[in-house]
Antibody, heavy 127, light 110 residues
Framework: EVQVVESGGGLVQPGGSLRLSCATS????????MNWVRQAPGKGLEWVSA????????YYADSVKGRFTISRDNSKNTLYLQMNSLRAEDTALYYC????????????????????WGKGTTVTISS | QSALTQPPSASGSPGQSVTISCTGT?????????VSWYQQHPGKAPKLLIY???QRPSGVPDRFSGSRSGNTASLTVSGLQADDEADYYC??????????FGGGTKLTVL
């Protein structure tokens, strides 16, 4: 079964740091780009960051650029999100999401769609 | 990276059809085929319903269909069922490896 499981959330003071992890299984992790998406309490989905299959390419929403760093360890099938200089507005449920098509896809390949999501990990920024 | 525009709410009676719109610009939704729709039930993770404007993943009923005209994409839910009551989000590629979501639409089955 294809699965992604987030962890590492918690309560942090403004200005603090936190590292989220996303453990994956059931698919060839190193062949897929991955994403982080967040959802503030009672609000909609917000794309946060994405990383290429090799980790060479990293991409960020303007709201987190310069403060968050996405990375991956393909030997451990794990995705990370290092979050620094945290603000109250970063309070949210953070989801890890797998891209639909592998970068090794042949034929009909569809990118920038997220087909497997975890249950999320909650990040609360408060003093 | 402005969010795509969705109506905050939509509703329909069981068996009816409902269409949810999602408006962007030529720099995102109107410029790429990477348009998706997600369904999210309360307290649950989002689920991919539609990808590449109108494609359905395996297991998604054909009651769900997607389309696009210019800078507006649409999700149509036919034969409404009680379990269709959920939040629906559109998403699009926005260039430079960025993605953008819509604000979400709460679908109520009357």
């Amino acid at each position: 079964e294809v699965q992604v499981v987030e962890s590492g959330g918690g309560l942090v003071q403004p200005g603090g740091s936190l590292r989220l992890s996303c453990a994956t299984s059931g698919f060839t992790f190193r062949y897929y780009a991955m994403n982080w998406v967040r959802q503030a309490p009672g609000k909609g989905l917000e794309w946060v960051s994405a990383i290429s299959d090799s980790g060479d390419g990293t991409y960020y929403a303007d709201s987190v650029k310069g403060r968050f760093t996405i990375s991956r360890d393909n030997s451990k099938n794990t995705l990370y999100l290092q979050m620094n200089s945290l603000r109250a507005e970063d309070t949210a449920l953070y989801y890890c999401a797998k891209e639909l098509s592998s970068t090794r896809c042949v034929g009909s390949c569809y990118y920038y769609h997220m087909d497997v999501w975890g249950k999320g990990t909650t990040v609360t920024i408060s003093s | 990276q402005s969010a795509l525009t969705q109506p905050p709410s939509a509703s329909g009676s069981p068996g009816q059809s409902v269409t949810i719109s999602c408006t962007g610009t030529s720099s995102d939704l109107g410029g790429y085929n990477s348009v998706s729709w997600y369904q999210q039930h309360p307290g649950k993770a989002p689920k991919l319903l539609i990808y590449e404007v109108s494609q359905r993943p395996s297991g998604v009923p054909d009651r769900f269909s997607g389309s696009r005209s210019g800078n507006t994409a649409s999700l149509t839910v036919s034969g409404l069922q009680a379990d269709d009551e959920a939040d629906y989000y559109c998403s699009s590629y926005a260039g430079s490896n960025n993605r953008v979501f819509g604000g979400g639409t709460k679908l109520t089955v009357l």
